[in-house]
């Protein structure tokens, strides 16, 4: 853990400014989560309903269709503005970091008239290195979170619809 400690710290510092867009990044994945949970209940409701399970009219079929395509387009918006909001973020970012990074790199001090670094060395840090550096906390980590409330949510849903099942 101490050797990790550095580099938390180093992305907790970097992040500053993006962190709320991080937090909103992953409420949006949690109500995706929502909203596709309550597609599928939403599913075996119509469904019940539909073979007589349950007692019900056409006019409950057609609600149980209509809030089924509100939680499909909910979930087609919500997934389109986590695409947006990070995509901003991470560009933004990704700038704020090459712009540090270069400045940094070009007031090293040159050693026998020439710097300590290759120019392929540091084209490559202020690209793939830098892109890596921002994906993680506004992207990888995000997703990370949601993941991991969408396993334990689906086993809740799953026990809660049917012992068995989970």
Not at 99 to 118: A, E, I
Request: proline share 3%.
């Amino acid at each position: 853990m101490k050797r990790i400690a550095p580099y938390l710290r180093y992305l907790w510092r970097i992040s500053a400014g993006f962190r709320l867009t991080a937090l909103l990044r992953t409420l949006l994945g949690i109500l995706r989560v929502g909203a596709m949970l309550a597609f599928v209940w939403l599913s075996k409701t119509a469904i019940d309903c539909a073979t007589g399970r349950i007692a019900s009219g056409s006019d409950d079929l057609t609600l149980w269709f209509a809030l089924m395509v509100a939680c499909l387009l909910s979930d087609l918006v919500m997934a389109q503005w986590i695409k947006h909001i990070e995509a901003r973020a991470v560009v933004r970012m990704d700038n704020r970091v090459n712009r540090r990074l270069f400045n940094v790199l070009m007031t090293l001090p040159l050693v026998n008239g020439r710097q300590g670094f290759h120019s392929g060395d540091m084209i490559n840090r202020l690209t793939l290195d830098v892109r890596t550096l921002t994906w993680f906390p506004l992207s990888q980590l995000p997703s990370m979170v949601v993941l991991i409330v969408q396993l334990v949510a689906t086993f809740i849903f799953l026990a809660w619809l049917n012992p068995y099942l989970a």
